[in-house]
């Protein structure tokens, strides 16, 4: 959508109060759409902001012309500078990613039982087999004759 425009487009990235916010203008029309909007997300502090242009295969060129970074003064309760503070890797609150709707039941004991059974009578197969090979090989190499 950015490839070879003769334009500047533009990314905006909010976080305020536990929401992060991505609005773009590639059109240059100078109108923002919404990208992303995920609220419940905290991020810890202490970190840094750093960006890259790099694309990985290195079949584009983009330059960052410029950034600017703004702290905003938010009025905070002791509650939610307390809950702020406790806060050490990002996390998202009700993150569900996709296939992750339903957890997993667990499995039945008839179906424990067989996955186990199959796999003791696959291991004292190959124990078997191996044996069987071993006693060939050996039973090779005592036939030479110097």
């Not at 290195?58 to 806060?87: A, C, F, G, M, W």
């Not at 709707?101 to 004292?124: H, R, T, W």
């Amino acid at each position: 959508m950015v490839r070879n425009l003769h334009h500047d487009t533009f990314l905006v990235i909010r976080y305020v109060k536990r929401r992060l916010t991505v609005l773009i203008d590639i059109d240059g029309k100078h109108e923002w759409r919404d990208c992303i909007d995920v609220p419940g997300v905290r991020l810890p502090r202490g970190y840094y902001f750093g960006t890259s242009s790099v694309t990985g295969d290195l079949s584009d060129n983009h330059d960052i012309i410029s950034l600017k970074l703004y702290q905003l003064t938010v009025e905070r309760t002791p509650e939610e500078e307390k809950r702020d503070r406790e806060v050490f890797l990002p996390v998202v609150d009700n993150l569900r990613l996709p296939g992750m709707e339903a957890p997993l039941e667990p499995m039945s004991g008839l179906a424990l039982f067989l996955i186990v059974f199959f796999s003791l009578v696959a291991l004292v197969f190959a124990i078997v087999i191996g044996i069987i090979l071993y006693n060939k090989w050996q039973e090779q190499s005592r036939k030479h004759f110097y």
